[in-house]
């Protein structure tokens, strides 16, 4: 079966320029979940989405960064006017429910010039 | 509050002999623990996971790991390594009393398999 699907999977963009990630979760997962991964930060969690629940921002670096998941499924991460630290990995992950292993998506890797 | 800890960046191990990457956590209610592992411009792919039950736990590709309550460690072993096992492992908790789902990643170790 398909797994989580990300999309785009490379992106370069200019300093201050708006930037849309899309994510598609493995069908029948109600758990979304999105991640950051920098060089010398680790894997950071940035928010999460479980069903009709409001979701759980608190990782969210700043108020520059959003995420909306629409009709329970697809997910898209925006980030407003981007600065050069906003570069790194972004991975989404589902799961079947909130107690169950994530899976991710292979990523994408944002740049900004 | 919940941490983890892998203290090791890089581990070196000769292919066939045994590979174990650590991991200790801090959690304030019980732990759920998770192994991950990375390959180059991919995702996370779920190596294994403990929740309760049996401390050793086994998963994907031959790897296994035991839950130690008292030292709040969850190494990851495999008995004989393979070169294909060269990648980036994460270990993850999440407290089980806590609401959600919110991993919390240790820094990565890199795994490197000689021949």
């Known amino acids: 079966g398909a797994g989580v699907s990300q999309s785009p999977s490379n992106k370069v963009t200019e300093k201050g320029k708006d930037v849309e990630l899309r994510c598609d979760p493995i069908?029948?997962?109600?758990?979304l979940y999105w991640y950051r991964q920098s060089l010398g930060q680790g894997l950071e969690f940035l928010i999460y989405?479980?069903?009709?629940?409001?979701?759980?921002k608190s990782g969210l670096p700043s108020d520059r960064f959003s995420a909306e998941r629409t009709g329970g499924s697809v997910s898209t991460l925006t980030i407003q006017r981007t600065q050069q630290e906003d570069s790194a990995v972004y991975l989404c992950?589902?799961?079947?429910?909130?107690?169950?292993?994530?899976?991710f998506g292979d990523g994408t890797r944002l740049s900004i010039l | 509050a919940q941490s983890v800890a892998q203290p090791e960046d890089q581990v070196n191990v000769a292919e066939g002999n045994p590979l174990t990457v650590k991991c200790t956590y801090s959690v304030s209610g019980n732990p759920y623990l998770f192994w991950y592992v990375q390959y180059p411009n991919r995702g996370l792919q779920f190596l294994l996971k403990y929740i309760t039950g049996d401390n050793l736990v086994k998963g994907s590709y031959g790897f296994e790991a035991e839950f130690n309550k008292s030292q709040t460690s969850f190494h990851l072993k495999k008995p004989s390594a393979l070169v294909s096992d060269s990648a980036l492992y994460f270990c993850a908790v999440r407290d089980g009393k806590a609401a959600g789902n919110k991993l919390t990643f240790g820094g990565g170790t890199r795994v490197l398999v000689k021949p």
């Open positions: 992950a589902s799961s079947v429910r909130q107690d169950q292993p994530q899976h």
């Open positions: 069908s029948g997962h109600t758990a």
């Open positions: 989405f479980q069903g009709n629940s409001a979701p759980d």
